[in-house]
């Protein structure tokens, strides 16, 4: 076969060489076709041995969930297993077989969409919803009988797993967290933008991927050799041994310059001209604190708590119970040792649903999500407020709201949290009555209206992800927009200044906890417009200390005035350039 190219988005940095693994589409789309006679007892065979080797495969599942995972996790592969082996699953398509000369995955599918199309007549709407689940296990034992697993091999620590790529047409947010223990060296996907939350997520692993790259998928075979060069966004199908070799050694430098990055972990985050500045770490989970710590974070700067509400496929709308959220935002504020933990209330919609299946706002970035959805759904509301503000008994917590933009928002949520603190006084509870209450800036109306949060919040956040978003109305997961993402668009950049600026003249602390808090060719920039705190995934902490601890503010802060009177873009990149020299 010969080499090819492929161009897509950069998401992580660094290199990855390895064989492709592919992660087969979820659609119950396979070939049809009539075996003959003499075949019919092997065709039976293969697919007795597919269904065998999925009861194997939810066995080690099971077995391999982590101590702390939700209840329902297990309860969900406890349902997949009795629909496999309800003879309506095992038995009835051998049966077509035998009595239709239907090929293995034909006579599976026929039955499944026999047995979807009788739960579309149910009324009652819980078993109903029964049906993704025989669906989930149809397409489970599909992607055994056509070869494409379903699972990645559990990471043991040998060298010899772990140079192996995925390459998948989507991932969402929440089978990427199930990545995080599998052993692949760079993933591929043919969806997705710099700043989806599957690309944030892969960022949070540390591995170089590449997302956007429209037909990959298609194009990569099984197997096939791979080269993910994550700072370019490019992938080389198949390269040639010299280029194999180049590769090598980049990979080589590249980790040497990492290694080297290390002796920073100790050094303290301060300006060549003795200005200090704060590194906070972005999480998903409280286990991420960790790495936080390690990373030398003074603190936890974002933990996305939707991500303990999603992937529950199966029980959509059952959410963790308050005891539970407890137990997670207590841990994160233990294992942080005395060091702030900022819990982000539930972000929830757009490109974060419950279920990706249960997906059906027409515009889920503009449409219910995050504080709207909590205002609107008072309850969850109440018991997540509740259980952060019990862990708040056990260590320093902040609390932030995500997509404020309206002054009677702010005021709702403020009554909220007083209704929940008001609770937890009758219930005897103990809290930290003067918890510190921000907001996410990173709608444009929030934006250009800081005097409405100034007033009322005691921090503030910066989400560039989502301001860059709706500033610029471009879908951040949408690849076929994602060239127009530009954090360096002056209309980001005004926005920007003006926050820290209001906030810097109010009193009231500005951190930046979008992805560009996290790119070390942005910090100069950022110390240049006034910011003093940058929150981001651990893995970048290092990258970004180093340019601080390499940085003048004496010579930044007049240059980055500069760039704050400039709109074409070519003089904002020149002047970013000599920013970069300074
Ligand atoms: C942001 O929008 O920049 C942000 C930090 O939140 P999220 O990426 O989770 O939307
Ligand atoms: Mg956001």
Redesign the pocket.
């Known amino acids: 076969m010969t080499s090819f190219t492929l161009h897509g988005i950069s998401v992580s940095r660094g290199i990855a060489i390895g064989r492709a693994h592919l992660v087969a589409p979820a659609a119950l789309d396979v070939k049809h076709y009539l075996i003959a006679d003499e075949q019919v007892e092997a065709e039976v065979q293969r697919l007795q041995g597919a269904i065998a080797t999925v009861h194997k495969e939810l066995q080690t599942i099971w077995n391999d969930l982590p101590k702390d995972s939700p209840a329902e996790l297990g309860a969900f592969i406890d349902v997949h297993a009795l629909i496999l082996s309800d003879p309506m699953i095992s038995d009835v398509p051998l049966d077509i077989i035998r009595t239709r000369y239907y090929n293995a995955e034909w006579a599976l599918v026929t039955q499944i969409d026999e047995l979807s199309a009788q739960f579309d007549e149910v009324e009652d709407a819980y078993l109903r919803e029964r049906k993704a689940d025989i669906q989930q296990v149809g397409e489970r034992v599909l992607k055994v009988l056509t070869g494409s697993a379903t699972t990645l091999p559990a990471r043991d620590g040998g060298e010899s797993s772990v140079h192996m790529i995925v390459v998948a047409h989507d991932i969402s947010p929440a089978d990427m967290l199930q990545f995080r223990d599998r052993a692949f060296s760079g993933f591929i996907t043919d969806l997705g933008g710099q700043n989806s939350h599957t690309a944030i997520v892969a960022r949070s692993l540390d591995i170089p991927a590449a997302v956007g790259m429209s037909n990959a998928s298609a194009l990569i075979a099984q197997d096939d050799w791979l080269i993910i060069d994550g700072d370019a966004g490019v992938v080389i199908v198949d390269p040639a041994p010299i280029v194999l070799e180049q590769y090598r050694e980049r990979q080589a430098y590249l980790l040497r310059e990492r290694k080297k990055l290390g002796k920073l972990k100790k050094t303290p985050a301060v300006t060549r001209d003795g200005t200090s500045i704060t590194l906070l770490a972005n999480i998903e989970f409280p286990d991420d604190c960790a790495a936080a710590l390690e990373a030398g974070a003074h603190g936890v700067g974002l933990f996305r708590s939707e991500f303990l509400f999603m992937g529950r496929t199966g029980y959509v709308h059952k959410l963790p119970s308050e005891d539970e959220q407890f137990e997670s935002y207590r841990r994160a504020v233990v294992a942080m040792k005395g060091r702030p933990v900022t819990i982000r209330t539930l972000?929830i919609g757009a490109d974060k649903p419950f279920d990706v299946a249960e997906q059906t706002a027409l515009n889920p970035a503009l449409g219910l999500r995050?504080i709207r959805y909590c205002l609107a759904e008072p309850q969850v509301f109440l018991a997540q407020l509740r259980a952060i503000l019990r862990a708040s008994a056990y260590g320093p917590i902040k609390l932030l709201i995500?997509?404020l933009a309206h002054a009677f928002e702010i005021d709702q949520t403020l009554a909220m949290i007083e209704q929940a603190k008001s609770q937890l006084r009758e219930a005897g509870k103990k809290f930290d009555p003067l918890i510190p209450v921000g907001a996410?800036i990173?709608i444009p109306a929030a934006a250009l209206t800081l005097p409405l949060f100034v007033k009322r919040m005691d921090f503030l956040s910066i989400?560039t992800?989502?301001l860059i978003q709706y500033t610029l109305a471009i879908d951040r997961v949408d690849h076929e927009v994602a060239h127009l993402y530009n954090p360096l668009h002056p209309a980001i950049l005004q926005l920007l200044w003006n926050t820290i600026a209001i906030g810097a003249k109010a009193g009231v602390p500005v951190a930046v906890c979008?992805e560009m808090a996290g790119d070390p060719k942005l910090t100069r920039l950022l110390l240049g417009m006034g910011l003093r705190e940058f929150s981001m995934h651990p893995t970048q902490l290092l990258a970004v200390k180093q340019e601080i601890v390499n940085s003048d503010l004496g010579l930044l802060i007049p240059h980055t005035k500069k760039i704050m009177r400039a709109y074409e873009p070519g003089v904002i990149a020149d002047a970013m350039e000599q920013l970069r020299l300074m």
Do not use: T
């Open positions: 972000d995050a995500p997509m996410m990173e989400g992800n989502d979008g």
